[in-house]
């Protein structure tokens, strides 16, 4: 099964410069198509990546905050508990 680049992938090019042109920067335009090609896709694939890490790293911060606001508000329920019970004997 051969690799085919004809449609870009949508979120390839999302706010920098296109793959081909990021290539062209870095001196590899004398490499033949079918390489520029698969490094094409393989950034394509890294700007995805990076994309998707962000998201996962911002729902990890959201998730480690929900914690310690549970943590907190179980400490905060527990000295409240300790302190009926020490003025209700």
Partial sequence: MGVSAAVPH??????GPQ?????RQHGLSALPRR?????????????????FQLELDTRHDKYERLV???????????RTIFLLHRFTR
Avoid at 10 to 15: E, H, I, S, T
Avoid at 19 to 23: E, G, V
Avoid at 68 to 78: A, G, N, Q
């Fill in 19 to 23: 793959p081909s042109q990021q290539l």
């Fill in 68 to 78: 310690k606001l549970s943590r907190d508000i179980t400490i905060e329920s527990k």
């Fill in 35 to 51: 390489c520029i090609r698969v490094v094409t896709m393989l950034l394509a694939v890294m700007i995805d990546s990076t994309a």
């Fill in 10 to 15: 949508p979120g390839a090019n999302a706010g």
